[in-house]
């Protein structure tokens, strides 16, 4: 496989988030490498490196550890990616997570699931739980608690007089501003 890369939609949407926070735009595209390049088709490819650069400097520029999760909880999937359009057409939650997994590359083309799908939903008999098999390797928590604001803002935003989450478990050491979890997932984590 060629270098990672993502979808620009996430890459513009997230900019655009910063610079509603007083980031300068063209910090933030100089530090990621994409000072003049065209973001403006959401599915056009983006470096992986160049999407993790705009995270850092974005996150350096407001002092706020928790920006991408913040970004996520509050921006809309389909607005950033073609699989938020699929995904909300989608006839079940079921239906909705083998979408996902279909389409998962279309917002993130990167080789860690070596083949397997990403996300399962496992059925416990009294729970029902979302599980992302991603590895997370030390540290790099940033791309699986992006997942799971994801999963719980759209659910929230598509039904929001149904209860969707209840409780996170994550396997990762805490981030920086895991004490503000329970106040933005709204859950207990």
């Not at 050491?173 to 709204?186: K, T």
Request: aromatic fraction near 8%.
């Amino acid at each position: 496989m060629s270098q990672p890369t993502v979808a620009a939609g996430f890459v513009t949407s997230l900019i655009d988030y910063a610079v509603g926070r007083g980031v300068d735009r063209g910090r933030l595209l100089a530090a990621s490498g994409l000072d003049g390049v065209d973001l403006g088709s959401q599915d056009a490819r983006v470096p992986l490196a160049a999407y993790h650069a705009v995270i850092g400097a974005a996150t350096r520029a407001t002092g706020d550890s928790a920006l991408l999760l913040r970004h996520t909880l509050e921006s809309r999937l389909e607005t950033m990616s073609i699989v938020g359009q699929i995904v909300h057409s989608s006839g079940s939650m079921l239906h909705s997570m083998t979408q996902l997994n279909r389409y998962a590359r279309l917002m993130a083309d990167v080789d860690i699931m070596k083949g397997a799908d990403r996300f399962e939903v496992r059925d416990t008999g009294t729970e029902l739980w979302i599980v992302d098999h991603v590895p997370v390797p030390d540290g790099d928590y940033l791309g699986i608690e992006a997942s799971f604001a994801r999963f719980i803002s759209e659910f929230r935003r598509s039904f929001p007089d149904r209860v969707f989450a209840i409780e996170m478990d994550v396997t990762y050491a805490p981030p920086p501003h895991a004490d503000e979890y329970p106040e933005l997932f709204r859950i207990p984590v």
